[in-house]
């Protein structure tokens, strides 16, 4: 590389990070944002009852599968080999019941989630887009969640530096963000 192309890269590094500091950056807490909103507030309470309700009816079903292997147990010796085999049977598959239960209530995919995606989302996505809206009024090019570890909440597109990091490294542009 010769030096006068060192020296515009150089130079234009250097006008990249002087606009960098030019720019206005923001912060919100989410957590209190989200605390001072009523709907948010009474979702939360619905969504605290329903998993309470919820963990209730699979301790339900495992105090009934102790039950069961506690009457098992005081009645095995009695009990001839067909019948030992059928008890033994019905709590393994009491036990996978209320496994599959819990899955179902608490899983990744499960009724807990999808109740909280149907009632906090929204919300949330309310909230997110009043920080678009307060930013851009406000132009700033970045605005930070307090609440979660300083989380990027809103980035102005036209601050991303992507694509000219990869022209400086010499690779093509990839993003489709409308640069050239």
Known sequence: MNIKKSVLIFAGLVMMAGTAVAQKIGYVDTEYILNQIPEYKAAKAE????????????????????????????????????????????????EKDAKDLQKQRFGTDGDLFKKRMELVKPIQDKVY????????????????????????????????????????????????????
């Open 47 to 94: 969504l605290d009852k329903a998993s309470a309700d919820w963990q209730k009816e699979i301790e339900g079903k495992y105090a009934e599968i102790d039950k069961l292997y506690k009457t098992y147990q005081a009645e095995q010796i009695l009990l001839t080999d067909d019948l030992r085999k059928k008890r033994e049977n019905e709590i393994v598959n009491k």
């Open 129 to 180: 887009n009043a920080v678009k809206t307060v930013a851009e009024k406000g132009g700033l090019a970045i605005v930070f969640d307090k609440a979660s570890d300083m989380m990027m909440l809103y980035a102005n597109n036209k601050y991303d530096k992507s694509d000219d990091i990869l022209v400086f490294l010499g690779y093509s542009k990839t993003k489709s963000t409308g640069k050239k």
